[in-house]
């Protein structure tokens, strides 16, 4: 049965009712599509075959993208007075390193700056002494005439309210960094003022944030309330500096130990007895990490009135953050270093010990020019 069906529809259906041997339903006759004039016109597009294009088309190839250390000229920094260095406050012009971590490889990338790198920092052209009056002069000149209170108290409650703007520059672990110029001179394109907080070691030294924050943004700070700080651009600022960016973090250099074997004056048992008594002292005080430690110094000044070993607990920061801490209390208080052993430090207030006129931290307790304000 099934057979014979077949056998009809192929021989009255197939060859004598449609155009097309191979359609299989009388459907085609009503929904068949007759192509337009344009496309039988067109004839197909042959590709000639080479021995080239039998496999795969070769891909084009792309050209090299500019290498951002590539420039064709220098860039000039006639209009910066300084020598360029990655941190203005934790690194310290007077004291020389012993040693190198890396090559002096520029942080600046190859080529790109007038100015060499010496491992350390990258000097100014030598002005002969006269760099110092050369950045007070271009100070001046922006600043332009001071302010009175009236304008002074403006800017403070604009700027150091944080309900008001959340333009804020935060000053850490490294202090003032080079490339936290170009971030500080950013801000000033659209405002007047920028906030800056100021946190962890470098707090510890405010006088020195604040004078080399003048000394290299131009800038002047109208007002101060604990670590922060309001930094106002300057009447006559127009345009900023061209400020060269670092590409890279340098390597700090190698400086001379901090702890040394003996105490100077003691001998060696002498020594290991006073570690011993540090350590087993009850801490003077805890540092919390990223706080504001502008109190410590005169903190250990006043303590040292009354005892000669202090211990500072300091097992929230980091080792090379306690050690930075360190070096600046050496030379702040001043004070003998004894151990960093356990996350302490233990300072000795040595055996003729003449307290030290005048505190930095006393400054903390007054405000600059304007007692209103608020963090």
Not at 48 to 69: A, H, M, R, V, Y
Request: net charge positive.
């Amino acid at each position: 049965m099934f057979v014979r069906c077949i056998n009809h529809f192929s021989t009255s259906n197939i060859y004598t009712k449609y155009s097309f041997p191979f359609s299989t339903s009388n459907l085609y006759t009503k929904y068949s599509f007759t192509p337009p004039p344009s496309l039988l016109d067109q004839k197909p597009k042959t590709q000639i075959q080479t021995p080239d294009n039998d496999n795969k088309k070769k891909k084009k190839e792309k050209k090299p993208l500019p290498s951002s250390f590539e420039h064709k000229k220098l860039f000039k920094t006639d209009g910066l007075p300084f020598d360029f260095r990655f941190s203005y406050t934790e690194s310290s012009p007077g004291v020389r390193p012993i040693g190198l971590r890396e090559p002096k490889y520029s942080p600046f990338g190859p080529n790109t700056l007038d100015r060499r790198w010496t491992g350390v920092c990258a000097p100014a052209a030598p002005g002969n002494g006269q760099l110092e009056a050369k950045r007070n002069k271009i100070r001046d000149n922006i600043q332009g005439h001071q302010l009175t209170n009236a304008e002074t108290l403006a800017l403070v409650n604009t700027y150091g309210n944080k309900h008001k703007t959340k333009r804020q520059i935060n000053l850490g672990r490294d202090g003032l960094t080079h490339n936290m110029l170009n971030d500080i001179h950013n801000n000033w394109k659209q405002a007047e003022a920028v906030r800056i907080k100021c946190m962890g070691v470098p707090t510890v030294d405010m006088e020195n944030v604040c004078a080399q924050l003048e000394d290299k943004a131009f800038g002047k700070i109208i007002h101060r309330h604990g670590a922060s700080l309001i930094l106002y651009r300057g009447r006559n600022y127009k345009k900023p500096p061209a400020i060269p960016l670092m590409l890279w973090k340098p390597k700090e250099p190698i400086y001379p130990k901090l702890i040394k074997t003996t105490v100077e004056g003691l001998t060696i048992e002498e020594t290991k007895q006073m570690r011993k008594k540090g350590l087993a002292l009850p801490a003077l005080t805890k540092l919390a990490k990223n706080g504001y430690y502008g109190g410590l110094v005169p903190m250990i000044r006043d303590a040292f009135l009354v005892e000669e070993l202090l211990r500072i607990d300091c097992q929230a920061l980091e080792r090379k953050d306690y050690k930075k801490l360190g070096s600046k209390l050496r030379d702040l208080v001043p004070c003998i270093l004894i151990t960093f052993e356990k996350q302490q430090i233990v300072i000795w207030r040595g055996k003729d010990y003449k307290p030290k006129e005048g505190a930095v931290g006393q400054s903390d307790s007054l405000l600059t020019q304007v007692g209103i304000g608020s963090d």
